[in-house]
């Protein structure tokens, strides 16, 4: 069984290591994350971004029984379990398993996770074109064909190049009157499912074109 827990990123390891102890060593956590490259202080350096932020999601048989969700609400770096994990299993394990087959050798999502799912604009979160906005202006099978600035060129997907929608740092996407009005609880399924949803209909499009081109 899946839940979904809302945790402080300062205080992760804590929060996995007292889980685990709490609940065995046959826990499993996962929560998808990219490599950026970013300039600091005039140097590149390589830093972990989580794209759910400060969600984790925990599997374990033992999470069937709601109690045992209740006995663990003062684990040192969890803020709460979101609740509506009984009746959203089947959407997270898809969620999570598209991730799982979109990730490299270290655990990081690539390029491929983010394909299908933007539309006309991305960044570049590593390479040589770090930090720049570009324009997808034809797509194909192993390619992207874009235009940055006012230069055309191509990039491929054997190119460790990782790009984002610029829409991903406000993966919800919801007025901010209705916004307010979103209990704790559901706020991390509106960005799971508004991701999915994204997800459906662009591979959707994608797969088409790649089929008719």
């Not at 959407?91 to 394909?115: H, P, Q, R």
């Not at 960005?191 to 790649?210: D, G, H, P």
């Amino acid at each position: 069984m899946w839940v979904v827990a809302k945790i402080k990123k300062s205080e992760i390891n804590i929060f996995k290591k007292q889980l685990t102890e709490k609940i065995g060593d046959d826990i499993e956590f996962y929560y998808p994350k990219i490599q950026e490259h970013k300039y600091i202080r005039n140097k590149l350096r390589k830093i972990e971004k989580l794209i759910l932020e400060n969600y984790v999601f925990c599997y374990h048989k033992k999470f069937e029984n709601i109690k045992s969700i209740a006995e663990l609400k003062f684990i040192k770096g969890l803020e709460y379990f979101l609740k509506g994990y009984w009746q959203n299993q089947n959407e997270v394990a898809k969620f999570i398993n598209y991730c799982k087959n979109s990730e490299n050798k270290d655990g990081y999502l690539t390029a491929s996770f983010f394909k299908t799912i933007i539309s006309k604009k991305a960044e570049f979160v590593s390479g040589p074109f770090t930090s720049m906005v570009f324009e997808i202006l034809e797509r194909k099978k192993n390619k992207l064909k874009i235009l940055i600035g006012n230069i055309v060129t191509t990039i491929s997907d054997n190119k460790n190049y990782l790009y984002r929608p610029i829409w991903y740092k406000k993966i919800i996407y919801v007025d901010q009157g209705f916004k307010n009005k979103v209990s704790q609880s559901a706020e991390l399924w509106i960005k799971l499912f508004t991701l999915i949803k994204i997800f459906i209909v662009n591979t959707t499009k994608y797969k088409y074109n790649e089929k008719n081109s």
